[in-house]
């Protein structure tokens, strides 16, 4: 069973772990402070449910509706263009701003649906955790999928933990006024790089 849960544990690692819009948005909200820990947990939640989903046996499901998909793409595209667009315009404008601290910052709301904007709207996830991980633990005993979800739970947890607790604690190294400024500009660009790519899928 230890077997199992390591192959669960190092997939879900490896497919988490490359930074897209949902790590750089954990990666931001830590180094601001701004309920970084409340994001984590959200992602993690999310990613349990999708995990679940595709372990046992909502990847067939997905794949046989096509405009599931194409909705969830276009979307996606459009949110993170949006976002994309707002993070750099913060960069443009508030280049004296220093990083917050204490954490305030944008309300409670605003960052509930930015959270599950960057975790519920981007195609890939579910391409990762339902499609890929659900072919994976296909290849296992049913009375092993369990464990295999258990495995790829636990790397979800390790991981956007990790991220948040390492970022909040280099914050007070990176309070030069300059540095909001360059992760709202880095954010920004990588929002608008994959939306752009899940745009240019669609039309071409």
Not at 74 to 84: I, K, N, P
């Amino acid at each position: 069973m230890s077997v199992v849960i390591l192959q669960g544990f190092t997939l879900g690692a490896s497919l988490i772990m490359p930074i897209g819009a949902q790590n750089a948005y954990v990666l931001r909200q830590g180094l601001r402070r701004e309920r970084h820990l409340w994001v984590a947990g959200l992602c993690l939640l999310c990613d349990c449910l999708l995990i679940a989903l595709g372990v046992f046996g909502g990847g067939q499901a997905l794949a046989s509706l096509p405009w599931l998909k194409l909705t969830l793409t276009l979307g996606g595209s459009l949110f993170l263009l949006g976002y994309g667009g707002q993070s750099l315009w913060r960069a443009w404008h508030n280049g004296s701003a220093r990083l917050d601290l204490q954490g305030e910052g944008a309300g409670d709301k605003a960052i509930l649906f930015t959270t599950l904007g960057v975790t519920l709207l981007n195609p890939h996830v579910y391409l990762d955790t339902v499609m890929i991980l659900g072919s994976m633990a296909a290849q296992w005993p049913h009375q092993a999928l369990p464990a295999f979800a258990l495995g790829a739970v636990l790397a979800s947890t390790v991981w956007f933990f990790g991220l948040a607790l390492l970022a909040a604690r280099l914050a007070p190294w990176l309070s030069h006024p300059q540095v909001p400024r360059g992760i709202d500009a880095l954010v920004g660009l990588i929002m608008l790089g994959l939306g752009g790519h899940l745009l240019s899928g669609l039309l071409g």
